[in-house]
């Protein structure tokens, strides 16, 4: 079955390491979208992509970065790991002409 | 850029009443509203959602409603059950849909008391 998935489901790093969470979609799915979640804010936009090659900023998109070069991945890389950083990291895909966002199940990240 | 507020934080109700739960955005271009469910855990659920060209969406006991006037919109839930114990979010979109990526609300955390 077509799916949504992230890795690694627990990360514990250090301050000022590079982070890289994997996303990876079978759907075929152009649109791919990356949120944090943390109590009290909800889940919040970092970083956007409608295909590949694309890639858009999101309300948190500071210390972010993002790469696209096929249509089924879309990993999130953290350039110098920070406390503020830890955080629920949700993926979510969409196909280009349907709004429906269907989320993975997530990436649990402490920065220590 | 867009901001979704919700109302209430937490919401209890006895099983077999109703709950409601409202939202309202700003960006009056946003035009796709959807409902997450999420269990504790677990990943966002969608369960309902509403486009700016309607203003009343019903799925069985779940029901949304929009005033593009107001920019608000609400979910209702009718007959409440235990499994509906959950959080619950609203979010809005920008111009462009889904697509654009979505904004959400705090959360509603609803409690469905036996």
């Known amino acids: 079955d077509a799916e949504i998935t992230q890795s690694p489901r627990h990360k514990i790093t250090e301050t000022g390491r590079q982070v890289t969470l994997a996303c990876h979609q079978t759907?075929?799915?152009?649109?791919m979208f990356w949120y944090r979640q943390d109590l009290g804010h909800g889940l919040r936009l970092i970083h956007y992509s409608y295909g590949v090659q694309d890639t858009n900023k999101g309300e948190v998109s500071d210390g972010y970065s993002v790469s696209r070069s096929n249509t089924e991945d879309l990993p999130l890389t953290l350039e110098s790991a920070a406390s503020s950083q830890t955080s629920v990291y949700f993926c979510?895909?969409?196909?280009?002409?349907?709004?429906?966002?269907?989320f993975g199940p997530g990436t649990r990240l402490t920065v220590l | 850029g867009e901001n979704v507020e919700q109302h209430p934080s937490t919401l209890s109700v006895q099983e077999g009443d109703s709950a409601v739960i409202k939202c309202t955005y700003s960006?009056?271009?946003?035009?796709?509203f959807p409902w997450y469910k999420q269990e504790l855990g677990k990943r966002p659920q969608l369960i309902i959602d509403i486009r700016s060209n309607v203003g009343e969406k019903k799925d069985q006991r779940i029901a949304v409603t929009l005033n593009k006037t107001a920019k608000h919109f609400s979910l209702h839930i009718t007959e409440t059950q235990p499994e509906d114990s959950a959080v619950y979010f609203c979010a809005a979109s920008g111009s462009g849909g889904g697509a654009d990526g979505l904004t959400f609300g705090k959360g509603t955390h609803l409690i469905i008391q036996p």
């Open positions: 759907w075929n799915h152009n649109n």
């Open positions: 960006d009056s271009a946003s035009n796709y």
């Open positions: 979510a895909s969409s196909t280009h002409n349907r709004d429906t966002q269907y």
